[in-house]
């Protein structure tokens, strides 16, 4: 048997001049998307972390050098034993398999979240991860594991609280730019573009602070189903944004 070689993807039209430097997907809709196929719920998150390497090889082509992507909330610890133990044993798979080819694609990953509550060997696989990815800047992909906003704002705020009780620093120093020094995204630029697939709208405690003023898209799409080719219309459609922030353009 002769195996076919996989056809090269269309290209993507290019990127809309202003597109977005940093877009963050909240991941929706697995669950149901392998109920309507009569799969149980696993099988959808499967389908989604194959659908993650499609969007992520696409962001040179729309002109995205950051892509955030909401893996596992605090909040998700609350579904039932089975599919919480499957996706922490899908995260350590995916990280091994997808170790290499994240690395030959030019991607640097990070994690961020509240590691505690993890398992030692994911923990150390993420590490590796960065470790191994830290040299690349093709695509800045950061992954949300654990990953609750007030959550990381109540970490941040206890450690510049500690900073302050041990005279690091002065407390009429702190404003709004003083926090996001703590934050666990401290290192990237806020998101543009925030996407929500499944329908819908709310955006669950992700990049609350952030996000403050990102645009958002609210799209009927379930995760797995989301194409490379919406992606990039996604993007272009921000392009042709007027974006203010709180001024009025004269």
Not at 138 to 167: C, M, P, W
């Amino acid at each position: 048997m002769i195996k076919r070689a996989k056809p090269s993807p269309e290209p993507l039209p290019k990127p809309e001049p202003g597109g977005p430097r940093h877009v963050a997907i909240i991941m929706d809709g697995n669950g149901r998307w392998a109920t309507q196929r009569g799969r149980p719920r696993l099988f959808g998150h499967h389908a989604g972390a194959k659908r993650v390497r499609e969007i992520v090889e696409a962001c040179p082509d729309v002109g995205v050098e950051y892509l955030t992507i909401f893996a596992f909330s605090t909040e998700n610890w609350k579904r039932t034993q089975v599919e919480v133990a499957g996706l922490m044993s899908l995260f350590r798979r995916y990280i091994t398999k997808e170790t290499r080819s994240l690395s030959e694609f030019g991607v640097r990953v990070r994690f961020i979240g509240d590691r505690v509550r993890l398992d030692d060997k994911l923990i150390k696989l993420m590490n590796d991860l960065e470790e191994a990815t830290s040299h690349n800047t093709r695509v800045h992909l950061t992954i949300a594991l654990n990953y609750g906003g007030r959550d990381e704002v109540a970490r941040a705020t206890k450690r510049l609280a500690q900073d302050v009780s041990e005279g690091r620093l002065d407390p009429e120093n702190v404003d709004e730019e003083t926090l996001p020094k703590y934050l666990d995204t401290y290192v990237l630029p806020d998101p543009d573009l925030v996407i929500r697939t499944s329908g819908e709208a709310r955006i669950s405690n992700f990049l609350l602070w952030q996000s403050a003023y990102a645009e958002y898209e609210f799209i009927d799409t379930l995760w797995p189903d989301f194409t490379r080719e919406e992606f990039a219309a996604l993007c272009a459609s921000y392009g042709g944004r007027d974006r203010r922030f709180g001024a009025v353009k004269t």
